[in-house]
């Protein structure tokens, strides 16, 4: 079903903070936030009629999907000369900074592009317009448009954030997003490496190995032969490296760099006294759900997840079709640096996913068991 214009719709059911609903065929949602909602909860009632009335001007039949956004950034290869002003925005959401979303397309549409700048922190201050249509006219856009920013930016990959929030660690409410989906493609296309554990740390004279994990191109997992990695410490690491893996010398931070063909990835190693013993000054500043280790695992593996706060804990492992298999945590837990083992003895060979929930962060990873 379409609308486009006028249409007349009968209210079927309320819902109130709920997500990720299905949406039965011919059926649309109203949602609103902060007084629309208000509006909304006092106005509208089960089996009420509400008026749609898109008022979008359609060029070739029926619009089918829409989502709002503006200004454009680019329009057919061309940027405006000032975006102050332009298409009724105003200046602070034009001409300052902050997070940005963005999608564009190149010149025959054969490519599509989802971007997203971080904003308002240290690392990244934000892009104002004209910095996010160049952005997007580097990438090879012909034609973009701005969508919402501040927190409501965000992109995930594979159920993985590959960026940081401006809302601490958690995604905003919204009621919409914009996906890709791929088709299933033929063959594998080396893509990434990443090295797991992300970071370690170790005693004087102990041996240390880690896992590096393969990607392609549409980041899923991807095996690769360990013996074909090769290895070099740098940052100041006093430890080295030889047939039997890395060997620690003496007190020292730094880091390995793994390379596998034109792909690198860097793991950070801290050599101290005793591991026992967290020498960390501070607690986590954020929330934060690690990859396991070792992955692929057979049959266990263990997972890390840091809290910045007491928060109520809950860490379940589901099958590749979203049904639980196993609740490893779910109790309240103190802030700091928590590991978790998983025994996977009775389950079959294959991709699992774990979702850690900690108040108000949510995060989800794929795990593999191989047998």
């Known amino acids: 079903m379409t609308y486009d214009g006028v249409t007349d719709l009968v209210v079927v059911r309320q819902e109130h903070h709920i997500g990720d609903m299905e949406i039965p065929p011919g059926h649309v949602v109203v949602s609103g936030h902060g007084d629309a909602k208000a509006f909304l909860r006092e106005n509208v009632s089960v089996g009420d009629t509400v008026r749609l009335d898109l008022q979008s001007d359609t060029i070739e039949g029926h619009v089918a999907q829409l989502m709002g956004g503006g200004p454009r950034l680019i329009t057919d290869?061309?940027?405006?000369?000032?975006?102050?002003?332009v298409e009724g925005f105003q200046f602070q959401h034009n001409m300052y900074r902050h997070p940005r979303s963005a999608v564009g397309m190149n010149k025959d549409k054969s490519r599509v592009w989802f971007v997203v700048v971080d904003g308002r922190q240290t690392a990244s201050r934000g892009a104002n317009m004209m910095e996010m249509a160049e952005i997007m006219r580097g990438l090879g856009a012909w034609n973009a448009v701005n969508l919402d920013g501040g927190g409501s930016s965000t992109l995930i990959v594979n159920d993985e954030w590959v960026h940081r929030p401006t809302d601490s660690d958690w995604q905003r409410n919204v009621a919409n997003a914009m996906i890709a989906i791929s088709e299933p493609y033929?063959?594998?296309?080396?893509?990434?490496?990443?090295?797991?554990?992300?970071?370690?740390?170790?005693?004087?004279?102990?041996?240390?190995?880690?896992?590096?994990?393969?990607?392609d191109l549409w980041n899923d997992p991807l095996e690769i032969p360990q013996g074909e990695v090769t290895w070099e410490v740098g940052g100041g690491l006093?430890?080295?490296y030889?047939?039997?893996?890395?060997?620690?010398?003496?007190?020292?931070?730094?880091?390995?760099?793994?390379h596998y063909e034109d792909a690198t990835d860097t793991a950070f190693v801290a050599i101290v006294e005793d591991v026992s013993v967290d020498d960390r000054s501070e607690l986590p500043a954020r929330y934060h759900l690690a990859q396991n280790y070792p992955n692929p695992f057979n049959p266990d593996t263990r997972i890390r997840f840091e809290l910045?706060?007491?928060?109520?804990?809950?860490?379940?492992?589901?099958?590749?079709l979203g049904r639980p298999v196993q609740t490893l945590v779910s109790e309240e837990r103190q802030p700091g640096v928590h590991t978790v083992s998983f025994d996977?003895?009775?389950f079959a060979s294959g991709t699992y996913i774990y979702e850690l929930t900690a108040g108000p962060y949510v995060q989800r990873k794929k795990m593999m068991l191989l047998k």
């Open 77 to 85: 290869g061309r940027i405006p000369s000032t975006f102050e002003g």
């Open 186 to 215: 033929d063959g594998e296309v080396f893509g990434s490496i990443r090295i797991q554990p992300e970071e370690l740390r170790v005693e004087v004279d102990d041996n240390f190995n880690f896992f590096v994990q393969g990607y």
């Open 238 to 240: 006093d430890a080295s």
């Open 242 to 258: 030889g047939r039997g893996g890395f060997l620690a010398h003496g007190l020292s931070e730094g880091y390995v760099v793994a």
């Open 308 to 320: 910045p706060e007491q928060a109520h804990v809950r860490l379940t492992v589901y099958d590749i």
């Open 344 to 346: 996977a003895s009775g």
